[in-house]
């Protein structure tokens, strides 16, 4: 998959997290320290998202980076 399709995926799942807990765009983008602009464009796939950023998207919304990128890790227990 490219990189456009990873950030719709990251993107609607952004969205997704940031509805269920009820709060606008504005609100959230607010407490991110972003404007609602840019977190549109990021729920969109249109922009991409920091690290920075990412980290104060999974802390505002109670979920890990990794959750919220939708990457998995592969462990091997010995």
């Known amino acids: 998959m490219g990189n456009s399709g990873n950030l719709r995926e990251i993107g609607a799942r952004i969205q997704r997290l ?13 407490k991110i320290g972003t404007t609602q602009s840019a977190l549109s464009r990021i729920e969109a796939g249109e922009q991409n998202v920091s690290a920075n950023l990412l980290e104060k998207i999974g802390a505002a919304l109670g979920r890990s980076v990794i959750a919220i990128s939708g990457e998995t890790i592969n462990l091997e227990i010995r």
């Open 18 to 30: 940031r509805e269920e807990r009820g709060s606008t765009q504005s609100a959230f983008a607010r």
